[in-house]
T-cell receptor
Framework: AQSVSQHNHHVILSEAASLELGCNYS??????LFWYVQYPGQHLQLLLK??????LVKGIKGFEAEFIKSKFSFNLRKPSVQWSDTAEYFC????????????FGSGTRLSIRP | EAQVTQNPRYLITVTGKKLTVTCSQN?????MSWYRQDPGLGLRQIYY???????DKGDVPEGYKVSRKEKRNFPLILESPSPNQTSLYFC???????????FGNGTRLTVT
């Protein structure tokens, strides 16, 4: 069965630190990949997406993610985090062969110390 | 304004009392879906709909029903709620299944 793994459940960083959140998926075919962010008390919003082309994609608020097909990974990065980045981050995968399903990871809670 | 509207935002009910959570989108999206969010489990898909009158089970459909009689509406029905359905529920829609999802503000349901 398809799955999405986010191994970091809770990450705590100081402001200006660099961020990398891991996302791995278990599907060998063509995929669409997403990162969503959920700020405290709010709904999920799209951060960035990868469909095809350049494997390094840039999203909103200075976030970027790199698709590495050989590693089945789509890690999220930000060079310098801010207190306002405190949120929960979800990786999601849509596999072409099961076109109707979008699988979410369990999420990573990011806490930024001011 | 393009949005997905869920109601109610908060709901406390008792075991066995039927309830409906409404979801409406104004973007003419074909794909709609319901998720439940539980701590440590992320978002799990309950049901989804590819278009009007086309619905299918997600990963955790037991105890839930949906309908898609109109393109804009996708209500979630709990015929006989149980305490294990206490959760935060999100409705989402997208132009197509592989397009980015637009989420509603969530419904926090407590079943006692």
């Amino acid at each position: 069965a398809q799955s999405v793994s986010q191994h970091n459940h809770h990450v705590i960083l100081s402001e200006a630190a660099s961020l990398e959140l891991g996302c791995n998926y278990s599907y060998g075919g063509t995929v669409n990949l997403f990162w969503y962010v959920q700020y405290p008390g709010q709904h999920l919003q799209l951060l960035l997406k990868y469909f095809s082309g350049d494997p390094l994609v840039k999203g909103i608020k200075g976030f970027e993610a790199e698709f590495i097909k050989s590693k089945f990974s789509f890690n999220l990065r930000k060079p310098s985090v801010q207190w306002s980045d405190t949120a929960e981050y979800f990786c999601a995968v849509n596999a072409y062969s099961s076109a109707s399903k979008i699988i979410f990871g369990s999420g990573t809670r990011l806490s930024i110390r001011p | 304004e393009a949005q997905v509207t869920q109601n109610p935002r908060y709901l406390i009910t008792v075991t066995g009392k039927k309830l409906t959570v409404t979801c409406s989108q104004n973007m003419n999206h074909e794909y709609m879906s319901w998720y439940r969010q539980d701590p440590g489990l992320g978002l799990r898909q309950i049901y989804y709909s590819m278009n009007v009158e086309v619905t299918d089970k997600g990963d955790v459909p037991e105890g839930y029903k949906v309908s898609r009689k109109e393109k804009r509406n996708f209500p979630l029905i709990l015929e006989s709620p149980s305490p294990n359905q206490t959760s935060l529920y999100f409705c989402a829609s997208s132009l197509q299944v592989n397009s980015p999802l637009h989420f509603g503000n969530g419904t926090r349901l407590t079943v006692t």
